[in-house]
């Protein structure tokens, strides 16, 4: 037992180590690629700055003779940037998503939604408030609905014909570039004004146990003003020739009764299959083909019974024959018979001049059985003088 416990404990260590091991060369090669992403990605924000340096130094020193830039790929794209700089490349590690999200309550419980005012605290539009359009959790960074917009270049071979070679669209922001904007209202002058929050906590945290989604409040420390979600704009959903109507739906168009059953027999072949050997009830025309197919089953097997060869034929005859003759019993003829050899067997190893006659003796004794012999009718005790009880006197 100590040695299977042993080999038990020694194929789970190395098991352990094998997944060990594979877990670091995955992490190890994903580490790498998004190395190889950021570098790229800065390797091109630093050749468009040397480029963009280098116009500015064209158009001072050339002037009407400096080289076009709007040629080329660039056709029509002047002043954008690459694709690539849309978005930051690689994951964002989970210390630097909680340094991000530190003023609105970490990275697990962000006290952010979409449609909260926000206003920028850092970057060229300082100071402008706007609406998150976009949240990404996975980089802690946010989209604002009309703010931090910038000229996308685009290849020609990801655009059609007819689309402009650059779009200008919002880029992503960490989250610690803005601050949250809500109305709160003043207690000692009653007025209500748009307050910079600079620090949300949350609290009241409810958890569902079927769902496992978390709900909590978020509020401003120091002054514990709850502050409340954003509500959630409705979808505008459009109706269509081909949609369901409601009325339709609500029509009642089948009545059961006690004739036939609550729900039409098409209606159940729809929902479980017909022919499943699960079901307790079958229609007659099933019934039957599993009855043809069993006795088309029982047909073939006596068809293989006809086919049998000759040589088959008469093996089967004698072992039916065995069969019906039962088990031998030896009579009292076979014994005899049986005595007779044995004793002429013992005789000839007995007078065989290469045997001990002592090993001969020794083994015509063990062939031979023991006979049994009478034992004697058990005599009356008497009892001795010792026992005898003293004469009286």
């Known amino acids: 037992m100590q040695k299977i416990l042993r080999r038990v404990a020694t194929a789970e ?8 091991t594979k877990d670091l060369k995955w992490f190890k090669k994903e580490r790498k ?3 190889q992403e950021q570098i790229q990605q800065l390797e091109i924000v630093r050749r468009e700055l040397q480029q963009a340096k280098q116009a500015i130094k064209d158009d001072w020193e050339l002037g009407p003779l400096a080289p076009r830039l709007d040629v080329g790929a660039w056709a029509g794209a002047k002043g954008a940037i690459h694709e690539v700089r849309f978005a930051s490349s690689g994951r964002v590690s989970l210390a630097m998503r909680n340094r991000r999200c530190r003023w609105a309550g970490g990275a697990y419980n962000l006290n952010l939604a979409v449609g909260d005012r926000v206003v920028l605290v ?10 998150i359009a976009r949240i990404d959790q996975e980089k802690a960074e946010v989209t604002l609905d009309g703010l931090n917009k910038s000229n996308i270049r685009l290849q020609p071979q990801i655009r059609l014909p007819t689309d402009p070679a650059s779009f200008n669209i919002e880029l992503p922001l960490p989250i610690s570039s803005i601050r949250l ?6 207690a000692a002058t ?13 609290g009241n945290m409810v958890s569902d146990r079927v769902t496992g989604k978390k709900r909590w409040s978020r509020i401003v420390p120091g002054l514990n003003v709850e502050i409340p979600w954003p509500k959630k704009e409705e979808a505008d959903v459009k109706d269509y020739k081909c949609d369901t109507l409601r009325i339709e739906v609500d029509t009642k168009t089948f009545v059961p009764t006690l004739l036939r059953p609550p729900m039409p027999e098409s209606v159940i072949d729809e929902l479980r299959n017909r022919y499943s050997r699960f079901r307790t009830r079958h229609d007659p025309a099933y019934l039957a083909r599993l009855e ?6 029982q047909d073939r097997r006596k068809l293989m019974d006809s086919m049998r060869t000759p040589l088959q034929e008469y093996h089967r005859a004698e072992r039916d024959r065995k069969k019906k003759k039962g088990k031998p019993r030896l009579t009292q003829e076979m014994l005899e018979k049986i005595g007779e050899v044995m004793a002429k067997n013992m005789e000839r190893t007995r007078n065989s001049p290469g045997i001990p006659s002592s090993i001969a003796f020794t083994s015509a004794q063990a062939a031979v059985p023991p006979t049994p012999t009478p034992t004697p009718a058990p005599e009356a005790e008497t009892p001795s003088q010792e026992t005898q009880p003293p004469p009286s006197t």
């Not at 904007?181 to 003043?186: A, E, M, N, Q, T």
């Not at 009653?190 to 620090?199: I, S, Y």
Request: no cysteine; aromatic share 0%; glycine share 8%.
């Open 292 to 297: 043809a197919a069993e006795q088309e089953k």
């Open 13 to 20: 260590r190395v098991a352990a180590k094998r997944s060990k």
């Open 190 to 202: 009653g007025a209500t004004r748009d307050v910079v929050v600079n620090q949300l906590v949350h």
């Open 181 to 186: 904007v809500h109305p709160i209202k003043d």
């Open 122 to 131: 850092d970057g060229p539009e300082k100071g402008q408030i706007g609406k």
């Open 33 to 35: 690629e998004q190395s």
